[in-house]
């Protein structure tokens, strides 16, 4: 990795980060790869959910890495409970995990991202810069197993989650109350209406309604 390509002007905002894994090894790994990035700072390690949970309301972080498989509580049950009681926080899952169930899992938790531990640390940071600004990211390994109709060049076919949020949103229904009615967390919708955005390559409510009635929607 080289620093100096990753490196962001002096001006930003350094991203306090929260990691989560109960192998020291991980831990260590993880705190060289941000060694040297300026806007990046390490403020806590954590070896189980509920001790993330303890750290992550006294220390704040802007941005959670954590692992699935951990002790005492997993990495989804902690992030569906941070989205739940410090939606602010981003969290980013990182894990060698990459079936469909797990990633479906982590979105419908409330994750921002999903990245496996053998991608490159320049993805992870990339991720990590993307999660903080609201955005999403999820590595293209998971997003075919999500979908796996991007393989057959088939980029406008959405889930059945997908095609649910989509009507609410036609229905002019907000983030808050889409998560209310479908009964899953408001960063869910964000994430779920992300991908909607990036399937449909569109930025507008126009363009929503534009696919919509070319499938029969309305």
Known sequence: MSATLEKQPTETKTINILL???HPLVQDGL???FNDIEDINVIGVANDGEELLEKARLLKPDVVITDISMPKMNGLK??????QELP??????LTMHDNKEYIQNAIDSGAKGYIQKDKPAAE???????????ETHFCSTSVKAINPSTDKKDPDKLTTREQAILMELLNGLKNKHISEKLNIS???VECHRGNIYRKLDTHSMTGLIRYAKKIGYI
């Open 20 to 22: 989560a894994d109960d």
């Open 186 to 188: 408001v960063r869910t």
């Open 78 to 83: 902690a992030t569906h409970l941070l989205s």
């Open 88 to 93: 602010d926080i981003n969290v980013l899952i």
């Open 124 to 134: 992870m940071i990339a991720a990590v810069r993307a999660i903080n600004k609201g």
């Open 31 to 33: 705190r060289t790869r």
